[in-house]
């Protein structure tokens, strides 16, 4: 089965279900299986070229992830090939397909017995509840939902029968487990879950993926500093500007925000604390001196890996809130933008490597000559060694 995978950890965790379940049934003959995502245009633009490119190969495409969604179910394929009349001249040749298996469900652990990544990908919710107005998720994966512990246990548990060594939470908004409503963080369990992570199993690495910063309270900032957490924890903050995050409809602002990255400079680990962050530049409305705030934010506080976008106004196809609103910022000034924010975030990654120069670092060897620190550097690795285990390295 050959496939492509766009983004998200979520497409990472179920393209594995996929996988096993294509092994297991009949299916058209050449296949092809596409994950794919929605976060941009430039994303929807790639994911539309390559199903030409294998349609015009003679593969059959099967289609899961966001495109294939509306409101977590299948799209029907009526609409589908009213946004993508394009495609409509090959739909013998497409299958639209759910975000997992019909013979699983969301709430059921993972049967694969192959995990294709070293580190294994753990949902514990779904679909989100915020509308944020730059965002299509809510309008594909549907509202916001929990996942049973017992079954998130159980999945780890497999994972480490199987020799693996580090998980990651995933989301689309991790701390947000268990809430009735994604808008209502006083309701999160997530610690909860960690804590219950903590005493039921041994697995040595537990990496949290995108956190929201309202989530994050005094008994989360007790619980992570468990060695077995690892110390690089990325946040879903899109600006540092108040203006920009209320026309986002972003359900915190910069005292929140100041607060929490406050806190996080301040845990003591025996290496350095990295610290990432999904940065937009170029929103509706966006002025030099709102800008200008965001980039001394990170300066201020070292985020040192960050995942930079230019606002996608969605033109293309399906649209989002933001596309309509006035003021929006013109293509060459986000260019800029994003040249002169990647310059210091680059910056910022280079000074933090060299803080971790001299430290011996525990290694998850993710292929024969790479591997990841627990605090998330990429290092390269002079000898030749086992995907999947744990070595120690001096940064240098």
Known sequence: MEYSIFWCRLNKYYLNQWIDYFRNHDFADNPYLITTCEVTDRAKQKRVKLAKKKLSEWYHIYITGCWSLKRGKVIPEKQFYEIYPDLSPFSDSITLLGEYPERTSIFDASKSKENIYTKKYIVIQNGCDNYCSFCLTVHKRGAHQTRNMEKIIEEVKNFEKQGGMEIVLTWVNIAARWCSNSTKPNESQFVFLL????????????????????????????????????????????????????????????????????????????????????????????????????????????????????????????????????????????????????????????EFYQLNMGIVHNVLVEWKWSGWTENYLKVFLDSKYKKGQIIQMMIS
């Open 195 to 350: 804590k219950n992570i903590l005493e039921k199993t041994t697995i040595q690495r537990i990496r949290l993926s995108s956190l929201w910063p309202e989530y994050l309270d005094d008994d989360f900032f007790r619980i992570i500093e468990n060695p077995r957490i690892m110390p690089h924890f990325h946040l879903s903050i899109q600006s540092f500007s108040n203006g920009v995050l209320q026309r986002m409809r972003r359900n915190y602002d910069s005292e929140i925000l100041g607060n929490v990255l406050t806190k996080i400079r301040s845990l003591k680990r025996e290496i350095p604390v990295s610290l990432g962050a999904d940065i937009i530049v170029g929103f509706p409305g966006e002025t030099e001196k709102e800008f200008q705030e965001t980039v001394e934010w990170v300066k201020k506080y070292m985020v040192n890996k960050i995942h930079l976008f230019p606002f996608s106004d969605h033109h293309i196809w399906e649209k989002i809130p933001a596309s309509l609103l006035p003021d929006q910022v013109d293509t060459i000034i986000k260019k800029h933008r994003v040249k002169d924010l990647k310059k210091i975030a680059d910056e910022l990654a280079n």
